[in-house]
């Protein structure tokens, strides 16, 4: 390992405490560190704070310090690059944070030595329309969020399952979301969680107003088109991909979605699979209640 790529979220307690025993463990390991410039200086670490369209240049391996959030904004501003990622986590949950604190420095070791695998996983991309023919695409690790641009109003929407009408639904909302992202928002709406190894992805109304409220698994090659119905000329649709906010809410068309090629890394050390930490994490959720 050459250089290590490190997005912390700076300000959450507990990160400032972590962070001088990885640079001590970079220094002892001739290892170079970049960090984004902003979080860098919160941390009182100026030296190795870099631009965020530099930070993976060259990097071995992405280190993320806080909780699930930081992860997905390593990965966000990650875009297609596939670099390999260790999540510590300094949360309450941390479903993509298999690190402890105290684990650090001997998963880091672990890395080094070659002592670890790839976890690879899928991603969403979701193509989303406009009125004026514009698209964009957008990759996804956890998840898409359709729904309404005004909390506590419903809003009724389409679902296209390969280009054939399955339903409309009038509710809050409907997330897709990816293996990884079944124990984030689509837990919490009543989705299935499902295996990361597993090559679907799920689709869950959220509070739906009707008794058709069930999840739908879909294939690895099934595309599913979500789209707005507005009775309303000032209407408005939000789409949030990975909890970052789509702009342009009130003239999209059209979300089309289903499973990208690009996937995501993450390491494994040899730890305990996702079934025994799931155990210990969904135990633990449950004490925090």
Not at 44 to 61: C, I, Q, S, T
Not at 190 to 202: C, L, W
Not at 249 to 270: K, N, R, Y
């Amino acid at each position: 390992m050459k250089k290590l790529a490190v997005i912390p979220y700076a300000k959450k307690p507990g990160v400032a405490k972590i962070v001088p025993r990885l640079v001590a463990w970079a220094k002892q390991n001739n290892v170079d560190m970049a960090i984004p410039k902003s979080d860098a200086s919160v941390l009182g670490l100026p030296e190795y704070g870099v631009e965020k369209e530099n930070l993976f240049d060259d990097a071995d391996l992405a280190l993320t310090l806080g909780g699930d959030g930081t992860t997905l904004r390593a990965v966000n501003l990650m875009g297609e690059r596939n670099i390999p990622i260790i999540g510590v986590n300094l949360g309450e949950m941390g479903f993509l944070m298999w690190v402890n604190p105290d684990q650090m420095e001997d998963v880091l070791d672990r890395v080094k030595d070659g002592r670890f695998q790839i976890e690879q996983r899928r991603m969403l991309v979701a193509k989303i329309s406009y009125k004026d023919g514009h698209s964009i695409e957008r990759l996804a690790l956890n998840d898409v969020l359709v729904g309404r641009d005004e909390f506590g109003r419903l809003i009724k929407l389409d679902l296209l399952v390969n280009n054939t009408l399955f339903c409309r639904y009038a509710a809050d909302g409907l997330v897709a979301a990816t293996p990884t992202g079944s124990t984030a928002y689509s837990f919490s709406a009543g989705g299935p969680i499902i295996a990361p190894a597993t090559d679907v992805f799920v689709a869950i109304p959220i509070c739906s107003h009707s008794l058709n409220n069930r999840s739908l698994v879909f294939s690895s090659t099934d595309k599913i088109t979500i789209k707005p119905i507005y009775k309303e000329p000032a209407s408005k649709v939000g789409v949030s991909v990975d909890g970052i906010i789509v702009d342009r809410p009130q003239d999209v068309t059209s979300i089309e979605i289903g499973l990208a090629e690009h996937t995501c890394s993450f390491v494994s050390t040899g730890g305990p699979d996702f079934y025994e930490a799931l155990s210990v994490k969904l135990k633990k959720w449950l004490s925090l209640r």
